[in-house]
Nanobody
Framework: QVQLVESGGGLVQAGGSLRLSCAAS????????MGWYRQAPGKQRELVAI???????NYADSVNGRLTISRDNAKNTVFLQMNSLKPEDTAVYYC???????????????WGQGTQVTVSP
């Protein structure tokens, strides 16, 4: 079994900050990329930021310069520091990990349960 548990969501005023965390646990052999996605009401899930095992990152244009993704490989944890938040950042944020459970298995995507981020005007 593999679990991804997110924390850190909540309600914040525009211009404020939040820090999301996601810890992967269970039967994990190695993790490739970890990332954050979000889904606003009535919209499709979209990529926010992604980081690979060597630390290279990629961001959606809409968040570049305001959100920072990082990870702690020793703890199988990924973080999302969100600054200068805007009302349009309101969404459920999902953690994703591309990992394999043994040296014999393929890499697969696993998802967290999601955490709500609400930014008020």
């Amino acid at each position: 079994q593999v679990q991804l548990v997110e924390s850190g969501g909540g309600l914040v005023q525009a211009g404020g900050s939040l820090r999301l965390s996601c810890a992967a646990s269970g039967s994990i052999f190695s993790i490739n990329a970890m990332g954050w996605y979000r889904q606003a009401p009535g919209k499709q899930r979209e990529l926010v930021a992604i980081i690979n095992s060597s630390g290279s990152t990629n961001y959606a244009d809409s968040v570049n310069g305001r959100l920072t993704i990082s990870r702690d490989n020793a703890k199988n944890t990924v973080f999302l520091q969100m600054n200068s938040l805007k009302p349009e950042d309101t969404a459920v944020y999902y953690c994703n990990a591309n990992l394999r459970r043994s040296s014999f298995s393929f890499f697969q995507d696993y998802w967290g349960q999601g955490t709500q981020v609400t930014v008020s005007p």
